[in-house]
C-alpha cells in the first residue's frame, strides 16, 4: 500500500455506514475524487474537524478496498469571512455544487482547480449585498460552462451556424444556444431575448470580475439573463442544483 498527497478544495461530503463519510475533493493533482473516511463522525475522531465543505487541504491518501482512503488532513485554508454570512454561504453552496455536479470523477483540470480557489478567494472579500451576490453567481456559472466547454456558441445559430442577426433571437434552452430569426421555428416556444440581454451576457463571458462588477444594466434585463442562466444550468446538469432552491430564497428574500 503506498501513500499519496493531494491538496484541493472539499466539495461535498455524504454519510455511510454508521460512523464513515464519502467526501467529494476537487484536487489541483487528478480533478475530482471520491475519497473514504473511515469512522470520522466517532467522537474521537481527529480528521473530522478539517474536513468541512469549502475548505481547502492537503490530504494523505492510501488506495484501499473502498477507493481512495483517508488516512491524515492538513488544513491549507478556510474562509472563515464567507461563514459570517448567509448569503455569502449560499453563493459557495452554488459554487462547489456546481462544479461537484458538472465534473467526473478521475479527470485531471489544473486550470478549474485553479479557478476554484480563486473564486473562493474573490468571495471572501466581496461586500455582502445581495444585488453583488447574485451577479457573481451569474460571472461564476459563465466562466464555468466555458471551462468545461459546455457554454452557447455566443455569435452563431445553434442550429444552421450562421451569425446571428440583430433582432428576433430566441434562447433555446432544449437546444443549447441561440436561435437566429430564420431558425425561429425550431423552437418557437423559446423566448426573444434582446440586445442589451444578449451584450451583458457577452459582457459575462469576457470580462473580469472586477470590470463586470461595475458594468451598468437594468435589473429587468439582468432577471432575463439570470432566467437564461438557469435553463442553460438545467439543460446541462438535466436537474436543479441542490443548492439552487436556497440561492433562490436569498435573492428573492
Ligand atoms: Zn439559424
Not at 481527529?46 to 478496498?65: F, I, S, Y
Not at 433555446?172 to 436561435?179: E, P, Q, R, T, V
Not at 472586477?210 to 435553463?231: G, K, N, P
Amino acid at each position: 500500500m503506498s501513500l499519496h498527497e493531494v491538496t484541493g478544495v472539499i466539495l461535498n461530503r455524504r454519510d455511510v455506514r454508521e460512523d464513515s463519510r464519502i467526501y467529494s475533493v476537487f484536487t489541483h493533482e487528478r480533478g475530482k475524487l471520491e475519497v473514504f473516511a473511515r469512522g470520522i463522525k466517532k467522537p474521537k475522531a481527529k480528521l473530522g474537524g478539517h474536513m468541512e465543505p469549502g475548505a481547502t487541504v492537503k490530504l494523505t491518501l492510501v488506495r484501499g478496498k473502498m477507493g481512495e482512503t483517508l488516512t491524515a488532513v492538513e488544513r491549507r485554508h478556510y474562509p472563515n469571512d464567507i461563514m459570517q454570512s448567509l448569503e455569502k454561504l449560499a453563493s459557495l453552496g452554488f459554487v462547489l455544487n456546481l462544479i461537484d455536479s458538472a465534473t467526473k470523477t478521475e479527470a485531471p483540470d489544473p486550470m478549474l482547480a485553479s479557478f476554484l480557489q480563486e473564486v473562493i478567494d474573490r468571495l471572501e472579500i466581496l461586500q455582502a449585498r445581495k444585488t453583488n451576490l447574485a451577479r457573481f453567481r451569474l460571472w461564476f456559472a459563465w466562466r464555468i460552462f466555458r471551462l468545461l466547454g459546455l457554454g452557447p456558441e455566443l455569435d452563431t445559430c445553434v442550429h444552421c451556424r450562421k451569425a446571428l442577426t440583430e433582432s428576433g433571437v430566441r434562447f433555446s434552452a432544449i437546444l443549447g444556444g441561440w436561435l437566429g430569426l430564420e431558425c425561429q421555428a425550431f423552437d418557437a416556444q423559446a423566448p426573444i431575448v434582446n440586445t442589451q440581454a444578449r451584450s451583458f451576457i457577452h459582457a459575462l463571458n469576457r470580462l473580469t470580475w472586477e470590470e463586470l462588477e461595475s458594468f451598468e444594466i437594468d435589473v429587468a434585463t439582468e432577471t432575463v439573463v439570470a432566467r437564461i442562466t438557469q435553463a442553460q444550468l438545467h439543460q446541462i446538469l438535466e436537474r436543479p442544483l441542490p443548492a439552487e432552491k436556497f440561492v433562490n430564497f436569498i435573492r428573492t428574500a
